[in-house]
């Protein structure tokens, strides 16, 4: 299955905007993607620049990588509730889409909100991503002309 394929799959279309829900009712899923880079890696658009909307939450602790300093599943917990992400798997429609530079540390962290009973789908790299859903909004423009 290719990728896009299986993001088609995955991603839950976004409810549309309402004039009392439109704040952020179109931008769903960008309340869904997790970038673990590290800042520098951020700011110098290591996998490609910033997906609008995503969430930082870097995997490596004071940027220290994981084969010196492995990051545990209650470490990485602490560092989503710092970035402003509600632990409650409930309080999230769909899965979480993980990138990194690359996609290596962004499949520890899908372990790790499987582990706290989140959905999570590993994104690659942020260009991999931004590629994917730029697919799904095409097909959804398709849909709504049919």
Same mark, same amino acid.
């Given at each position: 299955?290719?990728?896009?394929?299986?993001?088609?799959?995955?991603?839950?279309?976004?409810?549309?905007?309402? /004039?009392?829900?439109?704040?952020?009712?179109?931008?769903?899923?960008?309340?869904?993607?997790?970038?673990?880079?590290?800042? %520098?890696?951020?700011?110098?658009?290591?996998?490609?620049?910033?997906?609008?909307?995503?969430?930082?939450?870097?995997? %490596?602790?004071?940027?220290?990588?994981?084969?010196?300093?492995?990051?545990?599943?209650?470490?990485?917990?602490?560092? /989503?509730?710092?970035?402003?992400?509600? /632990? %409650?798997?409930?309080?999230?429609?769909?899965?979480?889409?993980?990138?990194?530079?690359?996609?290596?540390?962004?499949?520890?962290?899908?372990?790790? /909100?499987?582990?706290?009973?989140?959905?999570?789908? %590993?994104?690659?790299?942020?260009?991999?991503?931004?590629?994917?859903?730029?697919?799904?909004?095409?097909?959804?423009?398709?849909?709504?002309?049919?």
């Amino acid at each position: 299955m290719s990728i896009s394929l299986f993001f088609f799959l995955m991603i839950r279309r976004p409810p549309r905007s309402t /004039l009392s829900s439109s704040s952020a009712a179109s931008d769903v899923y960008k309340r869904q993607v997790l970038d673990v880079r590290d800042v %520098n890696e951020v700011a110098a658009a290591k996998g490609g620049v910033t997906v609008p909307g995503a969430v930082h939450a870097a995997l %490596n602790m004071d940027g220290i990588p994981q084969r010196v300093q492995p990051t545990s599943v209650d470490q990485y917990a602490q560092t /989503l509730i710092d970035a402003g992400v509600e /632990l %409650n798997p409930q309080s999230h429609a769909s899965p979480f889409i993980v990138h990194c530079s690359g996609g290596g540390r962004a499949a520890k962290v899908v372990g790790f /909100l499987k582990e706290l009973g989140f959905e999570a789908v %590993n994104g690659g790299s942020p260009d991999d991503v931004r590629s994917c859903w730029e697919q799904v909004q095409a097909r959804q423009r398709e849909q709504d002309r049919a």
